[in-house]
């Protein structure tokens, strides 16, 4: 998404590439305005300066449209974690406590642009040669358990700085961690990617928040409150 990349074409370069960027969902924290996404000329600049010499130029314009989609899904991720948990470990418990499929019920009404101010995105860091510590513990877990922990590591991560909007306070800085996983493609050849967002544990309330998520879930399903709220 920076603005910086060339646009000009690279040396011995065949293709021609679109020069033409979309704008994207993630409102900036920085402006009024939304991040843009970079055009496959700037993409395909970008895997060449990292070392990419044997990159594909007719996949670029797919590569763009997959990079787009996964920040897409990664930006619907974290807005939902802030809905839940922008006014309040209180208020996201009460968000919670349904578990996930209850909670996404109420997403229309709990949500709204008046009651919590959407986030933004301040800036972002790809850390790919940084492992996170839950893909650490889940790559030592497929050792001990295949079976049930087997897969491969991330192939990408992403830290995300994220402007938490209050209704009470000012404004806070939020880093969201984002591992970014493959899976065996569909029957039709079509690539499936999975994408694990949370809030980074740098911060106290952080590591409540993940807990209260999961372990509202968690309650809802054992407790057998989902089977009785189906009758």
């Given at each position: 998404m920076p603005s910086n990349l060339s646009q000009?074409?690279?040396a011995n370069q065949t293709v021609n590439l679109p020069i033409e960027r979309t704008l994207s969902s993630i409102p900036r924290g920085d402006s009024d305005s939304n991040w843009e996404y970079p055009s496959p000329q700037q993409m395909y600049n970008a895997m060449l300066r990292k070392g990419g010499g044997d990159v594909p130029e007719d996949a670029v314009e797919s590569m763009?449209?997959?990079?787009?989609?996964?920040?897409?899904?990664?930006?619907?991720?974290?807005?939902?974690?802030?809905?839940?948990?922008?006014?309040?470990?209180?208020?996201?418990?009460?968000?919670?406590?349904?578990?996930?499929d209850g909670s996404m019920t109420g997403a229309g009404i709990m949500a709204s642009e008046e009651r919590i101010p959407q986030p933004k995105l301040l800036r972002f860091q790809g850390r790919p040669n940084d492992m996170t510590p839950k893909a650490k513990i889940l790559q030592a877990l497929g050792q001990i358990y295949p079976s049930k922990f087997r897969g491969e590591p991330p192939f990408d991560r992403h830290d995300w700085f994220v402007q938490r909007q209050t209704s009470s306070t000012q404004p806070q800085?939020?880093?969201?961690?984002?591992?970014?996983?493959?899976?065996?493609?569909?029957?039709?050849?079509?690539?499936?990617?999975?994408?694990?967002?949370?809030?980074?544990?740098?911060?106290?309330?952080?590591?409540?928040?993940?807990?209260?998520?999961?372990?509202?879930?968690?309650?809802?399903?054992?407790?057998?409150?989902?089977?009785?709220?189906?009758?």
């Open positions: 000009s074409q690279a763009v449209e997959v990079h787009n989609f996964l920040n897409e899904g990664a930006w619907a991720e974290i807005v939902e974690w802030e809905r839940r948990f922008a006014k309040g470990l209180s208020y996201g418990w009460q968000a919670c406590k349904k578990g996930e800085e939020v880093r969201y961690v984002i591992d970014y996983y493959s899976g065996p493609p569909e029957p039709t050849g079509e690539p499936v990617f999975y994408l694990d967002v949370r809030p980074a544990v740098d911060r106290p309330s952080a590591a409540i928040e993940r807990l209260i998520r999961w372990s509202g879930d968690v309650w809802y399903r054992a407790s057998g409150a989902s089977v009785r709220d189906g009758m």
